[in-house]
């Protein structure tokens, strides 16, 4: 099963940046997408496409999400709050059918250091929300079912390795890696730097490939987060995809 991920920074499909990035995502042939800060008309019609909430403390614009999870089949139990602690409008998850059978997708988008210290409701200290979210997503991964496969996606805002984020906030990250694994971490093929979106899964998803797409395009920047791709199988099965 093929996943991708790239954070659209809010670029309509009909812009230039944002045609790019979803041409050559669909181009790859993915059964799961996840698309941070994106419009929920991002992907064509056939795309089936659960949501986050759209308030997420800053002012509403139409059709934006901070997560928007898009899949070949439609989706069910879908949850767009997943811990009171977590805060509002940067979380959604729910269940799909793929070619390994229902998979479970929980896609987030964590806040950026400075969220809502300059601007926003200018009411959080750097890292606040950031560290505050990853406590309520912690929260939010205990009461996951073990029923199915699961996949966590989106705009993590940190390397891992850790590169810039303080010890202490890398370390709030920890426990909800310790039971996944981490797909899109170190070194990606065609990135100049480690990105801060990733893609992890449950034990029962074992990678088979990975691949990134820049987020610049004959020197243009297409989005400020670069695009990323990856190949999963059931246990140790291995599987023929399209190429990248």
């Given at each position: 099963m093929r996943v991708a991920c790239w954070n659209t920074a809010w670029h309509r499909a009909s812009s230039w940046q944002g045609a790019y990035m979803r041409g050559l995502m669909v181009a790859g042939q993915p059964e799961l997408i996840c698309c941070p800060e994106a419009h929920d008309d991002f992907l064509a019609p056939e795309?089936?496409?659960?949501?986050?909430?759209?308030?997420?403390?800053?002012?509403?614009?139409?059709?934006?999400?901070?997560?928007?999870?898009?899949?070949?089949s439609p989706w069910k139990d879908v949850d767009d709050l997943g811990a009171a602690e977590l805060p509002t409008g940067r979380f959604v998850m729910g269940m799909t059918t793929t070619t390994l059978g229902d998979v479970r997708v929980v896609g987030v988008c964590v806040p950026w250091a400075d969220a809502h210290v300059s601007s926003g409701r200018r009411d959080r200290r750097k890292w606040e929300d950031h560290v505050?979210?990853?406590?309520?997503?912690?929260?939010?991964?205990?009461?996951?079912?073990?029923?199915?496969?699961?996949?966590?996606?989106?705009?993590?805002?940190?390397?891992?390795?850790?590169?810039?984020?303080?010890?202490?906030?890398?370390?709030?990250?920890q426990p909800i890696l310790g039971n996944l694994a981490v797909w899109t971490q170190g070194d990606i093929a065609g990135l100049d730097r480690l990105p801060v979106c990733h893609i992890m899964g449950t034990a029962d998803l074992v990678l088979k490939g990975v691949h990134g797409y820049s987020r610049k395009v004959n020197g243009r920047d297409v989005s400020d987060h670069d695009g990323l791709m990856v190949d999963v199988v059931l246990d140790a099965v291995s599987g023929d995809f399209p190429t990248m």
């Open positions: 795309w089936y496409g659960a949501f986050s909430r759209p308030d997420y403390g800053y002012p509403l614009m139409p059709g934006r999400r901070k997560v928007t999870l898009w899949s070949r505050r979210y990853l406590q309520g997503l912690r929260t939010a991964l205990k009461s996951v079912s073990a029923d199915c496969p699961t996949i966590v996606i989106g705009d993590i805002n940190q390397c891992i390795p850790r590169r810039a984020a303080p010890a202490r906030v890398y370390d709030e990250l």
